[in-house]
């Protein structure tokens, strides 16, 4: 009632021009406050702040730079840094320089198929474009580095920090070593070469059979938070269980000469005069069906062992020795003869072609051809002949000078070695 009054209209101002008046003088205190509070923070930070504004303007650069048109390229077979350059149009002063550059610290032709290449530009006036910066991904934790400074190249390479785990993995052979083991989550490269340290003793199309067994201890290194990219460090231990041939346990050891080789549980190398299987055996077609085909086993007849792989699948030779025939030799297609030591000869024939190298002398495990057809053959394989003083022998019942064996001190070193790695076997679970 008494604010619809005279008075109390009078009043309702008072009090709105009261408080009105309150707002703006705590509003003045506040500003004060703030503003001193502004220059302490000014007097008492003075360098930071200078340092931050330096540090803006380089980020204003960089920011320039990485907003440049970018183009991604992913390398194919064939692929150099020159081509790919050329076909992106780059001025050719401009890819001089990168290339002479970038061979300080790699070769441009080796880049890696399957991998992508970044590359930052300017487009320039007369549509002309101009290189800001080039990365490359190299092997497993290296990548490639090139920038324009200043208007020079300036190349380097980075590599990642690693981790290193051990793996141990076991598993039932359901098929072939190779397939079994890279479902048991074997790394793949480990696999071939587990299959590799073998292939001295083991005939990988006959001796493997359904439900053997085989365990693995390796090395694996890995770039931290990327597990998925993943580099095969040392096989530690490699061990097949098979119904044909029985245990067989492989350890690694550097010997005194700082060789790294393969050893048995008395000390005895790996390595044979020759390979039982003298071909990639992680490509071998399962040895199952095989081994009761009537041709691809050993016939007196047929004198020689089958290996049935797909066409292209390397064939190595089977020991150190000399060549001694190299051509097409009637049925046998294209044909390879070696001449080994202690009256050995080992032949290979239905090839799909010879490898590049001049004949002559050739080192046990080197790459002499390629599985093929070529000749009397039905389907791509390899037939694998073994001769002692030219007399054709049966390679799967050859019984061959057994190779180096530790002694003395080695011997003993080796003990120790194998021990560590029973240790590292009974520590680890299977995962
Ligand atoms: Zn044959």
New binding site residues.
Partial sequence: MLFNTFIGLKLKKLITQLAIFFIVIIIFFLLIQNKNNKLNTKIENVEIIYEKNEFNNELVKKRVKQAAPTLKINVKPGDTLEKILKKIGFENQEIFEVIKETKKKFDPKNLIIGKEITIKYENKEKNNKSINSIFIPLEFNKNFYLEKIDENFVAEITSKKTQKRLVKKKGVISDSLYLSGLRAGVDKKAISEMIAIFSFSVDFQRDVWRNDNFEILYEEEFIKYNKANKNLGKILFANLELQSLGSLKLYRFESDKGKIEYFDENGKSAKKLLMKTPIDGARLSSGFGMRKHP??GYMKK?????FAAPTGTPIYAAGDGIIEMKQRYKGYGKYIRIRHANGFKTAY??MSKFNKTPGGRVKQGSIIGYVGSTGN?TGP?????VLKNNIRINPQKLKLPSGRKLKGDELQRFIETKNLIYRKLDNLGVY
């Fill in positions: 041709i691809r047929h004198q020689g062992v089958d024939a239905h053959s394989h390899l037939h694998y002949e």
